[in-house]
Nanobody, 120 residues
């Protein structure tokens, strides 16, 4: 079984910064990609950023320049540095990962989400 555990969410003022962390735990043979998605109130879940095991990154166009994703393969962790936060960034942020666990078939796992609230 694989679990993704997120941390780092909270309340921040407009213009502030937060760093989210996500750790993959359990029986893991390999992780191909980790990423962050978010779900704004009343909206569908949307891409924030992803990173491959080789370090290739992909961002939502609207977030480039303010958000930075990074990863630590050895620790099975992914981070999201969020700067210049705005009230419209208020959302539940979810970590996901493509993981081979027990066999070399990759499955997508999700964390439970961490709330980020940006006050105006």
């Amino acid at each position: 079984q694989v679990q993704l555990v997120e941390s780092g969410g909270g309340l921040v003022q407009t213009g502030g910064s937060l760093r989210l962390s996500c750790t993959a735990e359990g029986r893991i043979l390999s992780i191909s990609t980790m990423g962050w998605y978010r779900q704004l109130p009343g909206k569908q879940r949307e891409l924030v950023a992803t990173i491959t095991s080789s370090g290739n990154t992909n961002y939502a166009d609207s977030l480039k320049g303010r958000f930075t994703i990074s990863g630590d393969n050895a620790k099975k962790m992914v981070y999201l540095e969020m700067n210049d936060l705005r009230p419209e960034d208020t959302a539940v942020y979810y970590c996901n990962a493509n993981v081979a666990s027990g066999s070399w078939k990759f499955d997508l796992y999700w964390g439970q989400g961490t709330q980020v609230t940006v006050s105006s």
